[in-house]
């Protein structure tokens, strides 16, 4: 298939960048360029949001009933699923994700558009009567602007679980994904245009964080911004918003442990161990990367352990028998290599894989599992985001949960045992926005989604997404002559 270059997608056309500048989007397998991507700047973010300013003042968007709005959403999903496998496609060879779980993530972004569609039609108020005096109500409203920053990590299902709540509620939007996968997102304006959206509605903006992302964050006629990303960005952002008093959902990193106890089912716990943090190339903010095992079983488990993670297939993408594919860059390939080196340098064990070497072509780090590992240990603190697993042991319930906790994040969390009680007991103790227990990371989408700590602010999904994509207003009524002070009448 041939790639077009990446254009920017602002008022219902592609187009280049105002500075005529671009980059390149570099194939993680072999190296080799894919295409060139245009690199937008403030006067490209300027012109997308004032884009979305107009369609949100003086277009149809906000005004249409939600029925109609939720027929055009469906539309989208429509659109995603019989685009789903070019997407899927575009994905794999953009970021390295393998086929099978690509074409997982195409149908997912299909789901998010159906799912909004439906939940924003059922959106509903509150009533407040007040004996006879008083009806009180409250309504949503759209907000208005919303700049919508992604990272790189399964780029489509990120941004459509931004984008379908966002315009359901009946805001519009303009994305700035992230510079190392800018292709499903140039598909996605175009599918989303074809569906009938209104020009304006939906924008796309190509470029760097610190320019094209910071523009954004700045605008002042951008009132909310939803980002996904790293904790130091998410930081920045907030600092870089301020000035214009923006709303922020903050979907941040994440170190989750995985508890497993000796009661355990232990087939089940292992499957879970390895598919929590080697799917997705280890690139999942949610990636159960920190396995607490308890000590009685720990031998066992371990070996066992050791035999899956040596057999887990590491190749090309595009193969569907692949279950790990090539790191998205460079970069991040070389700063996880660097974490095995720092894993070494600890004194933790390497059990399975390791270092890569030096002159392989394309970003594969084999699947690597540290034993031995200490708390402490920057392997055991720090998000390295590939497909690095570490293992630490634990005594007792109480060490289990302080081990747990002992992070600065708090995104996901997952909890192994059969005793019925103690599963409650943990999942209520551990500092974490999700707890699943006896599970994978199985995703509802009415539930609310997001991580305490240094793993973010907010909740989207289900209704939580419409707390942050709407202005809640409260109307008063009076249903009576009710008694108001009479200031000046006073002989
Ligand atoms: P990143 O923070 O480097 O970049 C994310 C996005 O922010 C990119 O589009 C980037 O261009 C933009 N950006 C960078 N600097 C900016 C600035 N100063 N102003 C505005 N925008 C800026 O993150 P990444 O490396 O692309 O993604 C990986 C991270 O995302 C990991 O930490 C992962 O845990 C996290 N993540 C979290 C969730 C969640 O739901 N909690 C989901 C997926 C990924």
Same mark, same amino acid.
Not at 281 to 309: H, M, P, Y
Not at 354 to 369: E, I, K, M, W, Y
């Given at each position: 298939?041939?790639?077009?270059?990446?254009?920017?997608?602002?008022?219902?056309?592609? =187009?280049?960048?105002?500075?005529?500048?671009?980059?390149?989007?570099?194939?993680?397998?072999?190296?080799?360029?894919?295409?060139?991507?245009?690199?937008?700047?403030?006067?490209?973010?300027?012109?997308?949001? =004032?884009?979305?300013?107009?369609?949100?003042?003086?277009?149809?968007?906000?005004?249409?009933?939600? /029925?109609?709005?939720?027929?055009?959403?469906?539309?989208?999903?429509?659109?995603?699923?019989?685009?789903?496998?070019?997407?899927?496609?575009? +994905?794999?060879?953009?970021?390295?994700? #393998?086929?099978?779980?690509?074409?997982?993530?195409?149908?997912?972004?299909?789901?998010?558009?159906?799912?909004?569609?439906?939940?924003?039609?059922?959106?509903?108020?509150?009533?407040?009567?007040?004996?006879?005096?008083?009806?009180?109500?409250?309504?949503?409203?759209?907000?208005?602007?919303?700049?919508?920053?992604?990272?790189?990590?399964?780029?489509?299902?990120?941004?459509?679980?931004?984008?379908?709540? =966002? &315009?359901?509620?009946?805001?519009?939007?303009?994305?700035?994904?992230?510079?190392?996968?800018?292709?499903?997102?140039?598909?996605?304006?175009?599918?989303? !245009?074809?569906?009938?959206?209104?020009?304006?509605?939906?924008?796309?903006? !190509?470029?760097?964080?610190?320019?094209?992302?910071?523009?954004?964050?700045?605008?002042?006629?951008?009132?909310?911004? %939803?980002?996904?990303?790293?904790?130091?960005?998410?930081?920045?952002?907030? $600092?870089?918003?301020?000035?214009?008093?923006?709303?922020? %959902?903050?979907?941040?990193?994440?170190?989750?442990?995985?508890?497993?106890?000796?009661?355990?089912?232990?087939?089940?716990?292992?499957?879970?161990?390895?598919?929590?943090?080697? %799917?997705?190339?280890?690139?999942? =903010?949610?990636?159960?990367? $920190? &396995?607490?095992?308890?000590?009685?079983?720990?031998?066992?488990?371990?070996? $066992?352990?050791?035999?899956?993670?040596?057999?887990?297939?590491?190749?090309?993408?595009?193969?569907?028998?692949? +279950?790990?594919?090539?790191?998205?860059?460079?970069?991040?390939?070389?700063?996880?290599?660097?974490?095995?080196?720092?894993?070494?340098?600890?004194?933790?064990?390497?059990?399975?894989?390791?270092?890569?070497?030096?002159?392989?072509?394309?970003?594969?780090?084999?699947?690597?599992?540290?034993?031995?590992?200490?708390?402490?240990?920057?392997?055991?603190?720090?998000?390295?985001?590939?497909?690095?697993?570490?293992?630490? #042991?634990?005594?007792?319930?109480?060490?289990?949960?302080?081990?747990?906790?002992?992070?600065?994040?708090?995104?996901?969390?997952?909890?192994?045992?059969?005793?019925?009680?103690?599963?409650?007991?943990?999942?209520?103790?551990?500092?974490?926005?999700?707890?699943?227990?006896? %599970?994978?990371?199985?995703?509802?989408?009415?539930?609310?989604?997001?991580?305490?700590?240094?793993?973010?602010?907010?909740?989207?999904?289900?209704?939580?997404?419409?707390?942050?994509?709407?202005?809640?207003?409260?109307?008063?009524?009076?249903?009576? !002559?009710?008694?108001?002070? /009479?200031?000046?009448?006073?002989?």
């Amino acid at each position: 298939m041939e790639i077009q270059p990446a254009r920017h997608f602002i008022q219902g056309a592609y =187009c280049d960048g105002v500075q005529g500048k671009w980059f390149e989007t570099i194939n993680p397998t072999n190296g080799e360029v894919i295409t060139q991507v245009a690199e937008g700047f403030e006067e490209d973010i300027h012109r997308a949001v =004032c884009a979305a300013h107009q369609a949100f003042h003086e277009g149809p968007w906000r005004r249409m009933s939600a /029925k109609e709005r939720s027929r055009l959403m469906v539309n989208i999903a429509e659109g995603l699923e019989k685009n789903g496998e070019e997407l899927a496609y575009l +994905e794999t060879l953009d970021t390295g994700l #393998p086929i099978a779980q690509a074409r997982g993530q195409a149908a997912r972004a299909a789901d998010n558009f159906r799912f909004f569609a439906k939940k924003a039609e059922e959106m509903t108020g509150e009533t407040y009567p007040v004996d006879e005096s008083f009806l009180n109500y409250t309504v949503r409203r759209p907000v208005g602007v919303a700049g919508l920053i992604t990272p790189w990590n399964t780029p489509l299902m990120l941004s459509t679980w931004k984008i379908a709540p =966002c &315009l359901a509620t009946g805001n519009t939007a303009v994305l700035k994904p992230a510079e190392w996968s800018p292709l499903t997102a140039t598909k996605l304006a175009q599918i989303i !245009h074809d569906a009938g959206i209104p020009e304006g509605v939906f924008n796309v903006v !190509h470029g760097f964080g610190e320019t094209a992302g910071a523009a954004l964050v700045a605008h002042p006629l951008v009132n909310l911004i %939803s980002f996904t990303g790293e904790t130091t960005t998410g930081k920045e952002i907030m $600092r870089n918003g301020s000035s214009t008093l923006k709303r922020f %959902s903050m979907e941040l990193g994440g170190k989750s442990p995985v508890v497993v106890f000796a009661d355990a089912d232990l087939e089940r716990a292992l499957d879970a161990v390895v598919f929590g943090l080697y %799917s997705l190339n280890g690139e999942r =903010c949610t990636a159960g990367s $920190r &396995l607490l095992i308890e000590r009685s079983i720990k031998d066992e488990f371990e070996e $066992r352990l050791k035999e899956r993670v040596a057999r887990i297939r590491l190749g090309d993408p595009f193969d569907p028998k692949t +279950e790990v594919g090539p790191l998205i860059h460079r970069n991040h390939y070389q700063r996880v290599q660097e974490y095995i080196r720092v894993g070494l340098s600890e004194g933790a064990t390497l059990a399975v894989g390791g270092f890569s070497p030096d002159d392989q072509v394309g970003n594969f780090v084999r699947p690597t599992l540290f034993t031995n590992v200490r708390n402490g240990m920057r392997i055991a603190q720090e998000e390295i985001f590939g497909p690095v697993l570490v293992s630490i #042991p634990f005594d007792s319930e109480e060490e289990a949960v302080h081990l747990a906790n002992d992070v600065a994040y708090g995104l996901a969390a997952y909890v192994w045992t059969n005793n019925l009680t103690k599963a409650h007991r943990v999942a209520g103790q551990i500092e974490s926005g999700m707890v699943w227990i006896n %599970s994978q990371n199985v995703r509802d989408l009415r539930t609310p989604f997001g991580g305490s700590k240094n793993s973010g602010i907010g909740r989207e999904g289900g209704h939580y997404s419409f707390e942050f994509y709407t202005e809640l207003k409260t109307i008063h009524v009076s249903m009576s !002559h009710h008694p108001i002070p /009479k200031f000046g009448k006073v002989e």
